[in-house]
């Protein structure tokens, strides 16, 4: 199986069948991350938008890299800043939680008043915070590769971490949420 190195470099070539290979590995996990950050009706046009400006800027991909994911993550990252500058935001809070459908049951409740309360918490981290901690713990990137989408080194994407994990244990929303009730 060839790496996405290898097929970037052959799209270069002219076998554009290659990059829609390296599209194919990467469209669900790029697709998921678009969908927490502009919701799931905005992230398709975001998504076609991130598949051209990659194609696009692929002779720019460091091919010392053999997996092209956290590049694609900085590549979506680019449209999402786009796309907020140019939509008029209500809350500025990527919905990590990604809600699903209608659940009947009495859990519901109690679920919802956690995403609330956890929105709360994170809204407070600083954006550069918030961010390395949304692609490490959501989109199950390393620090590292983390470090290389927001282009900061491994280092300064580790201190991001640390501080946001250390802020989000000190915050109140996220003690309560931790609590263990009492009956």
Not at 13 to 19: H, I, P, S
Not at 55 to 77: C, H, K, T
Not at 126 to 150: H, I, S
Not at 154 to 167: E, V, W, Y
């Amino acid at each position: 199986m060839s790496s996405d190195a290898e097929l970037i470099e052959r799209s270069l070539r002219g076998d554009n069948d290659a990059f829609v290979e390296v599209i194919s590995r990467h469209e669900n996990a790029i697709g998921n991350y678009l969908a927490r950050r502009v919701g799931r009706q905005a992230a398709e046009d975001v998504l076609s938008e991130v598949w051209v400006a990659a194609y696009e800027s692929r002779a720019n991909y460091d091919r010392s890299y053999p997996v092209a994911r956290p590049w694609l993550f900085g590549v979506a990252l680019n449209k999402v800043r786009r796309y907020w500058t140019s939509e008029p935001v209500a809350e500025a809070v990527p919905d990590f939680t990604d809600a699903k459908e209608w659940d009947p049951w009495s859990e519901v409740d109690v679920r919802v008043d956690a995403q609330a309360l956890l929105r709360r918490a994170l809204a407070r981290l600083k954006p550069e915070e918030r961010e390395v901690l949304g692609l490490v713990a959501w989109e199950d990137l390393t620090v590292a590769e983390a470090g290389r989408v927001l282009d900061i080194p491994a280092g300064t994407a580790r201190r991001l971490l640390h501080q946001a994990r250390k802020a989000l244990r000190a915050a109140p929303e996220v003690a309560a949420l931790l609590e263990v009730p009492t009956t």
